[in-house]
């Protein structure tokens, strides 16, 4: 992807840099300064996700301190269940060593999600070498100090300073006791390993009316103290709060408090919390930053005295929305570290890669299998088993259409092969007129085929099939019927149907056979009016009455219930009406498709790494199957609706898609090479309520997932 921003934060030959809040710089004679060239913002997420998911470590990365882009994808770089006690981190500050070879970074130990605001037991300190490999330890004031903090309720925006007088580094934060509503800051000493506290905590300052989240800094031979602090009146409640300044000769004090409130919004009643200050390199200039929490901003001020602000704040311009953190500059080399690591543009077109060179190698070793069951189409791999179908199945153009595919991402006469190989195998579903499944037969093989290659005799297939697959059309009714009459229905109509359609707006736009087209015009219509409910979830199955073309029954088949939204159902809609705006250009088709994403994508019970359970309404929840072929299905639909539409909606399609292929691409769902029989993904489910192909790989799930990535890389390849 051509992205003018990762380009300059890699050469990064800016101007600015700083030290988040950090110690008195001062390098010795046989040292260099460093070229500071970017800034890496160290925060907490306000506003994405559960509670749980915001209190994790978050970086993000700036050539100027004022453009930001948040790496991972704004998406923890650390697992706060692994480095606290608590389960959630907040207020996290970083420091670079003295000698700018270690990174130290202290955090909050603290779940509001968990325990909400009734305590917390401590802090974590971590210590990098890279930025990128963390050692961490838990400080437990409570048990570690019990003389002293038996009784301590909060412990908290824990920061670090390097002290010259003592050559140690100073750790310290806000201290409450349950039974004293006093706030003050409280330090200790590090050990040399930053792996402990050298001694108990002892008080360093206490504001007149108390004060929280200090963040000192060294300038002119003195220590700048920046906290939110309160005003009261006489009748000692709460008359105003923003941020004030303390200052001291040195970190033992004694400090001076400073009464002036120095932010530009303590006048108002908007809430701002969690300052910080840093120095812009080879500059005079220093920003308090600020978190104004309750409005989900942040903004800051500029000085050159750090007594003296703009009165007028200024905004940062990001993708993420953060929390009380701080920012440490970094050097070009470092911002090449992050970028490579967990860049969006990097991080995202490797994901791409990635999965395609597993689908690859996967493909090819599951092609050369199979060819040892002659006719036979991968389906599944169950008990050490491959499991496969005949063309009759309704899977038996999935793989083929894989092996397409990756033909045509990376063209070799190998992958060639066994793609005109396996989609012979499907050429007799030509002729299948007993059930609606012929779309998904042929389209994805002798449809993509024919895409590629321009293969004349596969559109001679497909010409055959589409008139197969029309015979099953009711002009009466509307629709195409899907599985034969039965006591419980008359004429069935699945949702899955609406995959089909494709099948048909292709030949007829191939033939000028007209009448295809205005076949899946009529079905696409009529299953819009009658498959979805109000909040725009789908039935899985709509039965009509043949005498008078209405719905006499709303069922489900693989679904948790009748009124449950069954997940891979709701994948076929999304998929299904998107594919059809593209098809016509019916906006009533686009405006459906939004509703239908934007019902997945708000969706309670949709899990925070988006690969959905089976069923959005599954008892079983949290701990029931995931389906990774609803999750490839959703991404490869929402790759292309990105692009489709054109509202201010279309950044959130595309995120989710990405959020979902990059689930689908780690361990956690992309098979090893060698492994998996072969298929590229495990964990999707076939039919839960039949206890039918549950928590295994499906042909499906391989075939929208290297779909999506395909469209992914074309979206990417011609930014």
Same mark, same amino acid.
């Given at each position: ?15 600015? &840099? ?58 923890? %770089? ?68 019990? &003389? ?17 007088? &003592? ?68 009748? @000692? ?171 045509e991402n990376k063209p070799t006469a190998q992958m060639k092969k066994y793609a005109e190989t396996y989609t012979t195998r499907v050429e007799e579903a030509k002729h ?21 290659? @321009? ?105 948790? &219930? ?6 891979? @159902? ?50 079983? %929840? ?54 998996? @029989? ?42």
């Amino acid at each position: 992807m051509k992205t003018t921003y990762s380009i300059f934060l890699v050469v990064a030959t800016l101007l600015l &840099a700083c030290s988040c809040s950090s110690s008195r710089k001062s390098v010795s004679n046989n040292q260099t300064e460093p070229q500071y060239s970017a800034y890496l913002f160290v925060y907490f997420e306000g506003a994405e996700g559960t509670r749980k998911n915001q209190e994790q470590i978050r970086f993000a990365t700036s050539p100027d301190a004022v453009r930001w882009k948040a790496l991972n994808h704004n998406q923890p %770089i650390l697992n706060s269940d692994d480095i606290t006690l608590s389960g959630g981190i907040r207020d996290p500050h970083i420091l670079r060593s003295e000698d700018g070879n270690t990174f130290y970074m202290v955090v909050t130990d603290m779940s509001t999600a968990t325990n909400g605001w009734k305590d917390n037991p401590g802090i974590t300190m971590l210590k990098s070498t890279d930025l990128i490999n963390w050692e961490h330890r838990i400080i437990n004031l409570e048990k570690q100090y019990p &003389a002293k903090f038996k009784n301590v309720q909060y412990v908290w925006a824990p920061q670090t300073i390097y002290d010259p007088k &003592a050559d140690k580094y100073l750790v310290y934060f806000t201290i409450k006791y349950r039974d004293d509503e006093t706030l003050g800051f409280y330090g200790a000493y590090a050990n040399k390993d930053f792996t402990a506290l050298e001694n108990e905590p002892v008080l360093m300052f206490t504001p007149k009316d108390g004060g929280i989240d200090a963040d000192i800094i060294y300038k002119d031979d003195m220590y700048h103290l920046f906290f939110k602090g309160n005003s009261k009146d006489r009748n @000692g409640k709460k008359a105003q709060s923003g941020i004030k300044q303390a200052t001291a000769k040195t970190l033992q004090g004694p400090w001076k408090e400073h009464f002036e409130y120095l932010d530009a919004y303590h006048n108002s009643q908007t809430n701002v919390e969690g300052s910080s200050v840093f120095k812009l390199n080879d500059s005079d200039t220093y920003i308090l930053m600020y978190d104004l929490y309750s409005s989900k901003r942040y903004e800051f001020q500029r000085s050159t005295d750090l007594h003296h602000f703009t009165n007028k704040p200024e905004s940062f311009t990001k993708d993420f929305h953060p929390r009380h953190g701080c920012i440490m500059s970094i050097t070009a080399e470092e911002a090449k570290r992050l970028n490579d690591k967990w860049g969006e543009n990097t991080s995202m077109n490797g994901v791409i890669e990635k999965g395609l060179n597993i689908a690859e190698s996967q493909a090819l070793f599951l092609a050369r299998e199979a060819l040892k069951k002659e006719g036979e189409l991968p389906r599944t791999y169950e008990n050490d088993e491959l499991k496969t179908s005949s063309y009759k199945s309704w899977i038996s153009g999935f793989f083929p259409g894989v092996l397409w595919y990756l033909y045509e991402n990376k063209p070799t006469a190998q992958m060639k092969k066994y793609a005109e190989t396996y989609t012979t195998r499907v050429e007799e579903a030509k002729h299948i007129t007993n059930n609606h499944d012929v779309g998904f037969m042929l389209n994805c093989s002798f449809g993509n085929g024919y895409r590629i290659t @321009g293969n004349p005799a596969y559109l001679d297939v497909m010409k055959i099939g589409a008139r197969s697959l029309s015979t099953r059309y009711n002009p009466a009714v509307g629709v195409i019927q899907s599985w034969g009459t039965s006591e419980k229905w008359q004429y069935p109509v699945i949702i899955d149907n609406m995959m089909n359609l494709e099948f048909l707006t292709s030949v007829a736009q191939k033939t000028g056979e007209s009448r295809y087209r205005e076949i899946a015009d009529s079905h696409a219509k009529t299953t819009m009016a009658n498959h979805f409910r109000p909040d725009y979830s789908s039935y899985h199955v709509v039965s009509y009455d043949t005498l008078t073309a209405k719905p006499h029954a709303k069922n489900t088949h693989q679904g948790y &219930a009748d009124e449950s939204a069954w997940a891979r @159902g709701q994948a076929w809609g999304v998929y299904g009406y998107t594919m059809m705006y593209r098809e016509t250009g019916n906006p009533e088709y686009l405006e459906h498709a939004r509703h239908i994403a934007s019902f997945i994508i708000n969706h309670p019970n949709l899990p925070e790494d988006k690969v959905p359970y089976w069923d959005f309404n599954s008892p079983e %929840i949290p701990n029931a199957p995931r389906d990774a072929s609803a999750a490839a299905i959703m991404a490869s639909a929402l790759v292309e609706l990105s692009q489709l539409d054109k509202s201010t909606d279309s950044p959130k399609w595309l995120k989710l898609a990405e959020e979902q292929i990059r689930s689908l691409t780690s361990p956690a769902y992309l098979a090893e090479t060698g492994t998996n @029989g072969g298929f590229i993904l495990t964990h999707s489910v076939g039919n839960h309520n039949k206890n039918s192909e549950v928590n295994v790989p499906l042909s499906y799930a391989d075939y929208y997932y290297v779909e999506a990535l395909m469209r992914l890389k074309k979206m990417y390849n011609e930014k």
